[in-house]
C-alpha cells in the first residue's frame, strides 16, 4: 500500500518515464506508460495453426492446441510475451495501472481481426486476488476492446467456482489439475442480442496465454452452460523453445 502511495506521488512529481525502457515520455504524450519506440519492439504472432494461431511445427499437425478439449474453437494472440509484454502485464497486474487495459487493448487491435461477432467475456480473477488488486485486469482489457471492437462484453455470465494457485510456476499437466472445473458459468440466454447476429458465441479475454489450460477450463464452463463457439484472444502469449526457433527470436 505504501508503496503504490510512493509510485503515484513519483508519477506526480517527475516527468513521466516509460515503465519498460524508463526513458521520459515524448511531449506529446506526457501522461503515457509506455513510449512508441518500445510499442513497436512486440512481436506480434503470426501464427499457422488455423485454430490456435501457433507456428507449425516442421513436420506435421500443430501440438500446442492438440491437448484442449473441444470447448474452445479458435484463439488468438497480439505478441509473444517478451520484456515489453511481460513489463506491461506486470504493471497492469501488480502496480495498480489499470489504465494500461487501454494501451494493451489498441495494441491488440493492430494484430487481431475483429471477431465478426460475439460476447467478450473476460477471464474472472478470484475474489481474494480481486480484493487485493481492486479490480480485474482482464476485465480492464475487455472494456477497452469493446469500446474499440465495437462488441458487447459480458463480465457477470463467468466467474470462478473456487481460488486456484498461480499457474506460473507450475508444469503443463499441474496447469491442468489446478485449473480443472475452477470456473462456472451462467446460462446463455437463448436469443443475446449480439450487433448483428444472435450467435451465442463468447469470446473469451485474457492477458497471457501459456497453455492454454485457463482458457480451456473457462470455454468448458461456458459450453456447459449453452454457450456455443468459444473463442479467445489474449494480449501477449508465452514462447515455447520451438516456437522461437521458428520466429527465429534468440
Ligand atoms: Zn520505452
Ligand atoms: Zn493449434
Redesign the pocket.
Known sequence: MIARALTSLERFLLPNACIVCRSLMPPQDPDGLVCPVCCTRARPVVGG??????P?PPIG??????GWSGAIAWARSGYWLGVMTRTVVHHLKYEDCPCLGGLIAELMVSTIPRPDTGWLVPIPVGARRKRQRGYNQSESIAHSLGRLWQMPVATSVLHRARETKTQTALTPEARLANVAGAFAAAEAPSVIRAPGSRVRQAILVDDVLTTGATLDAAASALASAGWRAVGAVTFARAMPFQARVLVGLP
Do not use: I, T
Not at 495453426?49 to 501457433?54: D, I, L, M, N, T
Not at 499437425?61 to 492438440?66: I, N, V
Open positions: 495453426c488455423e485454430r490456435c494461431h501457433q507449425l499437425p500443430c501440438r500446442f492446441c492438440a
